[in-house]
């Protein structure tokens, strides 16, 4: 009986206080909450890099007769035809689509610069040009005509390309095409071409090369 009556004076000493404080921090938690700006709902990310239009292009590959044959390719298309021209020759590095076809540039070749000075586009490849490509005087032409013609027939003004690897002039890619001066555009080498109108292209091209290897 002492103990029950002495926990009720207890609530009637310690009680009101306890009321009191919960009083004041609920009163303190709903100010709190009136006062605090409710939170702004999550805004979804903005993607600031609207998609380039595409357009259609022709890349020139490797055939297995060993003549070069056009592929349509859809490339994004810049403002910038810089852009464009670099956009070009890596697709070509990037290798065809159509399994019949094959790479003219090696895989792993990457083009370090390209500048166009009137109609001459300076390429300015990666060692890999040369160190992984495979070599020969027909496969040498495929490349060199690869580029050239995919540009040339793409974009107008350029009529020639001067080939450096790492911004170095180079005699040839592997003893064979004389890289010294600019390769002009020459369709006769596409399979057919309107253009071609020699009956053994490979053999013409490789007799204007020097018929061999370049010294």
Wanted: no cysteine.
């Amino acid at each position: 009986m002492a103990k029950e009556k002495h926990t009720l004076t207890s609530w009637r000493r310690g009680g009101p206080l306890l009321i009191v404080i919960l009083a004041v921090a609920a009163l303190t938690l709903w100010g709190w909450l009136r006062l605090t700006p409710p939170a702004a709902p999550p805004v979804p990310p903005v993607d600031t890099v609207k998609a380039l239009p595409e357009h259609e292009l022709i890349l020139y590959f490797a055939t297995p007769a060993g003549r070069l044959s056009a592929e349509p390719r859809l490339l994004p298309q810049d403002v910038n035809d810089s852009v464009n021209l670099r956009a070009v020759v890596a697709a070509l590095i990037a290798g065809p689509v159509n399994p019949e076809l094959s790479r003219v540039l090696p895989e792993s070749a990457r083009l370090l610069q390209l500048e166009l000075h009137e109609s001459v586009a300076m390429l300015d490849f990666s060692r890999e040009f040369i160190a992984a490509h495979p070599g020969g005087s027909v496969s040498e032409l495929l490349t060199v005509y690869a580029l050239v013609d995919s540009l040339a027939v793409n974009f107008p003004y350029v009529r020639q390309i001067h080939i450096l690897v790492e911004g170095n002039s180079v005699e040839t890619i592997k003893g064979h095409v004389d890289l010294r001066r600019p390769i002009a555009v020459d369709f006769s080498y596409v399979e057919n071409s309107a253009d071609g109108v020699s009956t053994d292209a490979v053999g013409e091209l490789i007799e204007k090369h020097g018929g061999g290897e370049t010294r």
